[in-house]
């Protein structure tokens, strides 16, 4: 009997749809505006690049930008572009129309509630507060405290102890089949694919490898699972 359920965050509790490509180009144009010597396209470019190589939970990518553009740091424009592409973010963050009413059943349901998921600390805690979620979970572990990512087994190893469970009385939920599913699988927990759905080299790999999971197209559907 499964007692504790984990769940992700990004795309599986909210809908990211692209809200981090609206904020960045808002906190953009507002740079720009402020004296940014760069147009939209140009700045976008450049800072694009700056995300793919410092990676995207690197928190200084205005601080390289200005200076890469001026040859040192503007602090200026770089507390507009932050304050603005958070501001315009946050604005966005949206559940998806059943997250709440699933959480509320589980919870009712005399599971334990916990979050696995990629990310820092502070932001991730920051999303679930901001979306009114942090009091539904009895543990969130990200990939900053575990010192690795999904689908590496020792953030879910982490997560299964700070929750008091063992990996055969747990369940994993998710929306990325890699990180999230295999992850879970790898070290004998359950899991549930969600807000997606398998591809057929996906539904190869689990046949071949006598592997079963559940699929939920949408998460309101988890309350027919669990």
Known sequence: MVKAVFFDIDDTLYDTSGFAKLARKAALSAMIDAGLPLSNPEAYSLLRSIIKEKGSNYNKHFNVLTQRVFGEENPYLIALGMITYHN??????????????????????????????????????????????????????????????????????????????????????????????????????????????????EEDYLRKNNLEIDVAPHIGLIREIL
């Open 88 to 201: 315009v973010k946050f604005a966005l963050l949206r559940l998806f129309p059943d997250t709440m009413s699933t959480l509320i059943h589980v919870k009712k349901q005399g599971y334990h509630l916990g979050v696995i998921s990629n990310g820092l600390v502070i932001k991730q805690w920051e999303k679930l507060i901001r979306l009114d979620l942090h009091h539904f979970f009895d543990a969130v572990v990200t990939s900053q405290e575990a010192g690795c990512e999904k689908p590496e087994p020792e953030i879910f190893n982490l997560a299964l102890r700070r929750i008091g469970c063992r990996a055969d009385k747990s369940i994993m939920i998710g929306n990325q089949f890699s990180e999230d599913i295999l992850g879970a699988l790898n070290v004998g927990m359950s899991a549930i694919l969600v807000n997606s759905r398998l591809t057929a080299e």
